[in-house]
């Protein structure tokens, strides 16, 4: 089955670190370009991060640009997200998106999502 | 590129024929897609370069559009389409959506 399955979110103190890890079955992530999307309780979307490794080109959001690191592991057919000196608004659903073949940024097929709490 | 969604919510009965409409800042041309949320689940894409239905979507939804405006239409709403849905441009990074609308059963 084509899927992606996120992982590694949890209830974190304003200031810490974590590592979201996207795990891509059913076919190669590599070969696509991937985003990170996240969603507050309540919220709308919002695009924090792109990742495409045939052109070595990265993207991020300003919101989390010097504190956040997009990167993939071929071995592992897998996506991350390492989130540094985290804050209360970066508190939400955190999602793996693929980006369909042939398109810059249409995203075909998105991941459960991963809930990251950042709280005292 | 700033996208704004109207009207945030709505309600409406099953049957009825239902016009969500999303308004670029800048012109992008046809790269527009439309995404159905439901609570609890990942957003599902339903439409994209405007009007392009993706694979598996019923005929009922439709879009329209180019330049700065767009519109998602659904013909006759069904039970299952009470959701939110947004709409997010393709034309550049950052990726920007919509605020969403909510569709809510009357």
């Known amino acids: 089955e084509v899927q992606l399955v996120e992982s590694g979110g949890d209830l974190v103190q304003p200031g810490g670190s974590l590592r979201l890890s996207c795990a891509a079955s059913?076919?190669?992530?590599?070969?696509?370009?991937v985003n990170w999307v996240r969603q507050a309780p309540g919220k709308g979307l919002e695009w924090i991060s792109y990742?495409?490794?045939?052109?070595?080109?990265?993207y991020y959001a300003d919101s989390v640009k010097g504190r956040f690191s997009i990167s993939t592991d071929n071995a592992k057919n897998s996506l991350y997200l390492r989130m540094n000196s985290l804050r209360a608004e970066d508190t939400a659903v955190y999602y793996c998106?693929?980006?369909?073949?042939?398109?810059?940024?249409?995203?075909?097929?998105w991941g459960q999502g991963t809930l990251v709490t950042v709280s005292s | 590129i700033q996208l704004t969604q109207s009207p945030s919510s709505l309600s409406a009965y099953v049957g009825d024929r239902v016009t969500i409409t999303c308004r670029a800042s800048?012109?992008?041309?046809?790269?527009l897609a439309w995404y159905q949320q439901k609570p609890g689940k990942a957003p599902k894409l339903l439409i994209y370069?405007?009007?392009t239905l993706q694979s598996g979507v019923p005929s009922r939804f439709s879009g329209s559009g180019s330049g700065t405006d767009f519109t998602l239409t659904i013909s006759s709403l069904q039970p299952e389409d009470f959701a939110t849905y947004y709409c997010?441009?393709?034309?550049?990074?950052?990726?920007?959506f919509g605020g969403g609308t909510k569709v809510e059963i009357k």
């Open positions: 998106a693929r980006v369909k073949v042939g398109w810059y940024a249409l995203i075909d097929l």
């Open positions: 059913g076919f190669t992530l590599t070969n696509y370009s």
């Open positions: 990742i495409d490794d045939s052109t070595y080109t990265i």
């Open positions: 800048q012109g992008i041309s046809s790269f």
């Open positions: 370069a405007g009007s």
């Open positions: 997010q441009q393709l034309n550049s990074y950052p990726l920007t």
